[in-house]
């Protein structure tokens, strides 16, 4: 046996990483060219050469530090901890630093949106005070009664498991934007607020579950939510979203009766 | 490496695909209280008590005796001397008129983005409602089974014993 040494193409040398085209169509909006041209948001194409490892963050950089610096998104730690760049990607709400280009049909232009149902500020940037606000208005944050205990607050590991799924959410808005009675009127508290709520309901250690019950027994709270299951399919994190919002309505029909 | 062609806006959008991108969204007012609980729970109930009522009501008029073949007017009017069927058939138009109107309801909110437009449809809605229910419940504790000078012939069986 002898080996023998393929000849190096010029093309597909050994040790090249194989890289592919895309285009990247992403809907823009200028907030100071709105009002002129009359035209609200316009699609624009990008078409770059992107490697199996890339996300889709990664071409929008692309986009934005080699084809034009206008391109507005948020991104801030760019590995799926921060919530800061969720967007609409081929119709869906997801990361766009979890999602790679080639689990997307790059084969396609990828289309590229902010989250639905929130004021968009530019281009992939949405204004996320309306769903901050319902956040706060669930309290996110310990409530307890009668003396504090002298070293910790004791929680067995069943305790801590029993809400373990909602203390993942990173509030990127994923879900809250998926949901189709979010888009109508923007009244509804969303998912994202009743998930954060769960995580305390359900917390042993903590003694405000009848307050936060009572600020979702509201006519724009839990009782709107249609178990369309958008938001469990959004979560990022795999978060059974929809199943938490049921689980707050059974504890309030089990306190009003 | 890069194909540097800057993407040029390949699809021109129509005006206003993206309603009012930046409409304030502030939820309006706390609307807190068990009306929608008790709704909701309603509900699943009335579902429940609706698919006995409905089926039992199908049961009884297609299947027994002569099946669909014996409706006619003095079939109808035999059951409402009954106070049996007069209690069911109430209980199932109000049953399924608040059932659907709660329905209805929800749709509307989740659909009507306008609150004028909330407002008219759930108006008509409840005038429907009101003019159905009230009517319905006219005719089944009025309902005269054997009109004086009617055909003998149509009436039930005991109106000319």
Redo the contacts between chains.
């Keep these: 046996m002898t080996a023998v040494m393929e000849k190096a193409d010029a093309s597909t040398r050994t040790g090249d990483v194989p890289?592919f085209?895309v285009t990247?169509?992403?809907?823009?909006?200028n907030?100071e060219s709105?009002g002129e041209s009359?035209?609200?948001?316009?699609?624009?194409?990008?078409?770059?050469?992107a490697y199996g490892t890339d996300r889709v963050l990664d071409a929008l950089h692309?986009i934005k530090w080699?084809?034009?610096g206008s391109l507005t998104f948020r991104r801030s730690c760019a590995h799926g901890v921060c919530g800061s760049d969720a967007m609409r990607i081929n119709g869906r709400n997801r990361l766009a630093c979890k999602t790679l280009l080639k689990d997307v049909n790059p084969d396609k232009p990828i289309t590229v949106e902010p989250i639905k149902?929130?004021?968009?500020?530019k281009d992939l940037v949405v204004?996320m005070e309306?769903f901050f606000?319902?956040y706060r208005?669930i309290m996110p944050f310990l409530i307890t009664n009668g003396n504090e205990p002298t070293k910790e607050r004791i929680q067995s590991a069943e305790q801590r498991e029993r809400f373990d799924d909602t203390t993942k959410c990173i509030l990127c808005a994923a879900c809250t934007s998926s949901c189709?009675?979010f888009w109508?009127?923007?009244?509804y508290f969303g998912p994202a607020a009743i998930v954060n709520a769960h995580r305390f309901i359900f917390d042993s250690r903590d003694d405000g579950a009848q307050q936060r019950l009572?600020?979702l027994?509201?006519?724009?709270?839990v009782?709107?939510c249609?178990t369309t299951f958008n938001c469990t399919e959004a979560c990022p994190r795999g978060i059974e979203v929809t199943k938490a919002i049921q689980e707050v309505?059974r504890a309030?029909?089990t306190r009003?009766? | 490496m890069t194909n540097a062609t800057h993407g040029t806006p390949a699809v021109a959008e129509r005006v206003g695909t993206l309603d009012a991108p930046r409409s304030p969204y502030v939820r309006k007012k706390t609307t807190r209280g068990n009306y929608e609980l008790y709704s909701w729970v309603f509900m699943r109930a009335s579902g429940v008590v609706l698919v006995v009522l409905v089926f039992g009501h199908l049961f009884v008029n297609l299947m027994v005796g002569d099946g669909v073949e014996a409706i006619d007017f003095a079939f109808v009017g035999g059951k409402w001397t009954n106070p049996f069927w007069q209690v069911w058939d109430l209980l199932m138009l109000w049953l399924a008129m608040i059932h659907g109107t709660n329905g209805l309801r929800t749709i509307i909110n989740d659909y009507a983005e306008r609150d004028v437009t909330r407002g008219v449809l759930k108006g008509l809605l409840y005038l429907a409602f009101t003019i159905v229910v009230v009517l319905g419940t006219l005719v089944i504790f009025t309902f005269e089974p054997c009109p004086a000078g009617a055909d003998p012939e149509l009436l039930a069986s005991f109106c000319t014993a």
Excluded: C, Y
Aim: hydrophobic share 35%.
């Design positions: 890289s085209d990247i169509r992403v809907r823009r909006f907030p709105a009359g035209v609200e948001s316009r699609w624009d194409e990008f078409h770059i050469t692309k080699e084809h034009d149902g929130l004021p968009v500020v204004d309306p606000a319902s208005e189709p009675v109508t009127d923007g009244q009572e600020v027994n509201d006519k724009e709270g009782w709107r249609r309505k309030m029909i009003a009766f």
